[in-house]
């Protein structure tokens, strides 16, 4: 066991304070958008004279025969903190059969990793799970076509206003029309930006509703506060738009189009830079590539609580093999309660209280201290922490 250190990330879309605060450093004025823990070639986390990706290379005891056979010498997770204090891109993630092709044909091509519009940095797909820390607002998946034009009814927007660009939804609905429609407001221009002025025109005379209107036309309105004029603000309002509640995780499977509005959270995912933005964004646009990827069939949000895995473990179920994540609270006064994730390599990471390791030797840690457990130790938690809880999935 070794105390780990990560990576701060700073996008203009983060929060000023909610990382400084989890971790217990001061503010410095600017957006803490991320925290990694993990072995990204981005941002490896650090131990006490390496970082954790080279720390592997040479210790391979701490990592799974199992894990090593499905991902060679690369920690196939990468946990994160995350606080967004504005919206960030609508995107999505490819499987791992959609990454290993799309990387493979770019390679062949010859554009370079780093070409602003290169789409396959890797050839790994990136589920990801985002639990909440605080109440996290995000937008995910498609909304069903009838209930979206219910909003916009709902809002009064003229219908022959909406029509040209919605109408797939009302004469026809289900996946093939929300491709239509999802793909049109990306690339409305001229005249047809109009349907934007009018959208937030009737928005605003709701944005005091109650309900699930009153937060439709709230949505809008926030949406045009950081794009303004950016017509993929319709894109965005097909999808479903949920809150967590605090210790709520939500998962995001490849192809689901997706958005973090608001929030902060324990993020964890498959550790790959396989990023197709779809809209609210600056950055490098392919909608050949989205309607190779992304899944139009409408659907409900996958909204995940964690379920008793053991004396003060809770594990978020998913079948992802790339990672798996439990939330730790020991009871206090119990000693030697099995650290889950046994024979895999984990990183902990402490959000309140202390925490009592032991494999043979002992490492207490604190709120924002995290520290990295070999797949050759047998560990026992004790203390009053709330942690988290990483490891491969297989």
């Known amino acids: 066991m070794q105390t780990l250190t990560g990576v701060v990330k700073h996008y203009d879309w983060g929060s000023v304070d909610a990382i400084p605060s989890l971790l217990r450093r001061d503010e410095d004025g600017t957006p803490w958008a991320e925290y990694w823990l993990g072995a990204h070639s981005g941002g490896p986390a650090r131990l006490e004279d390496t970082t954790l990706d080279q720390w592997l290379l040479l210790h391979a005891a701490a990592t799974s025969p199992t894990e090593r056979a499905a991902f060679g010498d690369r920690l196939p997770y990468l946990l994160k903190v995350l606080a967004a204090e504005e919206p960030l891109s609508l995107q999505a993630h490819p499987s791992r059969a959609e990454a290993k092709a799309g990387f493979e044909a770019e390679q062949a091509k010859g554009v370079p990793l780093d070409d ?3 789409n396959f940095k890797d050839d790994w797909p990136k589920p990801e799970l985002l639990v909440a820390l605080t109440p996290f607002e995000a937008l995910t998946g498609f909304r069903k076509p ?9 809002i009064g ?17 289900g996946a093939a029309a929300l491709a239509e429609v999802f793909l049109d407001c990306l690339t409305l ?3 047809r930006l109009d349907i934007l002025n009018q959208v937030l025109a009737a928005a605003v005379k709701h944005a005091s509703d109650d309900g699930e209107v009153g937060r439709f036309a709230r949505l809008a309105i926030l949406l045009d506060e950081y794009h303004p004029g950016d017509p993929s603000l319709l894109a965005a309002l097909l999808l479903n738009h949920i809150e967590l509640a605090p210790g709520e995780a939500l998962h995001t499977n490849a192809g689901v189009v997706h958005s973090y509005l608001h929030g902060t ?14 809209g609210l964004t600056s950055k490098h646009v392919d909608h050949a590539a989205l309607v190779a990827i992304v899944d139009f069939a409408p659907s409900e949000p996958a909204i995940l609580s964690a379920i008793a895995d053991g004396p003060g473990a809770w594990q978020y179920p998913t079948l992802d093999q790339e990672f798996t994540l439990w939330r730790l609270s020991p009871a206090p006064g119990t000693d030697g309660a099995p650290l889950p994730g046994a024979g895999r390599p984990r990183v902990v990471l402490v959000v309140d209280g202390h925490l009592i390791l032991d494999a043979g030797s002992t490492l207490e840690l604190v709120q924002g201290q995290a520290a990295f457990v070999g797949a050759d130790e047998l560990a026992t938690m004790a203390g009053d922490a709330t942690a988290y809880l990483a490891a491969p999935g297989i």
């Open 265 to 278: 959270g324990i993020e964890i995912m498959a550790n790959s830079d396989n990023v197709l933005r779809a």
């Open 189 to 191: 221009d001229g005249s």
């Open 146 to 154: 009838a209930q979206t034009l219910a909003l916009f009814d709902a």
């Open 157 to 173: 927007v003229n219908d022959d206003v909406i029509r040209p660009t919605l109408g797939p939804l009302r004469f026809r609905g």
């Open 116 to 118: 602003a519009v290169r």
